[in-house]
Structure formats: C-alpha cells, structure tokens
C-alpha cells in the first residue's frame, strides 16, 4: 500500500498550486482521505478531508474558501487545489488515508510530505 503526494513547489502569494495523492495497492473509494499540513516544529493538522463512505467533506477554518477537495476514482487520486495562497501556507503536506474512524479520526496509511513554499 503506498500514498503518493506530489505537486508542491514554489509560488507567489495569491497563486494556486494542486496537490495529488495517489494510491496503489488500496480504493480510495473506501476510505476517508484527509490533507494535513505540518509547519516547522509543529505537529501535523488536518486541513481537508474527503470521505468516500459519507461523502461528507470538511475544511478547515483557515483553509475554507480557498481550498478544495477532490477525487478522481479512475486514477484513484484524491486531489487538493489551492488558491489564494498566503506566505501563512508555507508548509509540508501530507495525505493519508483512513478506514475504520471519520476525518477526525485516526488515518491507516500515510504518504510523504510535499513541501509548499509561498513566496515572492
């Protein structure tokens, strides 16, 4: 089982980046997908979540608005486009990927993190 995330990079305040999380060896249709972002010396906290087995989705007040959730079942990728960024953004993401809870659970499997610098 493996969680890839990828589509970090550099960009300007107010631009957009799109984050992917793509599995293999699992169906993202049966599991709660959550975002996370870890700033430096700070614990993980959870920014998104898409729930295949609800199909509820949450966002984070600092994220809502700006951010949206989304999954592709045909390349069981879940995906995070963000706009609007702020230098406040800059951070490593991380997807995961949960069954046997809720978004505000615990997750199963994780993928690495993705690093999102906004800066000018």
């Known amino acids: 089982v493996q969680l890839q995330a990828s589509g970090g990079g550099l960009v300007q305040p107010e631009g957009s980046l799109r984050l992917s999380c793509a599995a293999s060896?699992?169906?993202?249709?049966?599991?709660?997908i959550g975002w996370f972002h870890q700033f430096p010396g700070k614990q993980r906290e959870a920014i998104s979540c898409?729930?295949?087995?609800?199909?509820?989705?949450y966002y984070a007040d600092s994220v809502k608005d700006r951010f949206t959730i989304s999954g592709d079942s045909a390349k069981n990728t879940v995906y995070l486009q963000m706009n609007s960024l702020k230098s406040g953004d800059t951070a490593t993401y991380f997807c995961?990927?949960?069954?046997?809870?809720?978004?505000?659970?615990?997750?199963?499997?994780w993928g690495q993190g993705t690093l999102v610098t906004v800066s000018s």
């Open positions: 898409l729930n295949n087995i609800n199909g509820k989705i």
């Open positions: 995961a990927a949960g069954k046997g809870g809720s978004c505000f659970g615990t997750y199963d499997y």
């Open positions: 060896g699992l169906n993202l249709d049966d599991y709660y």
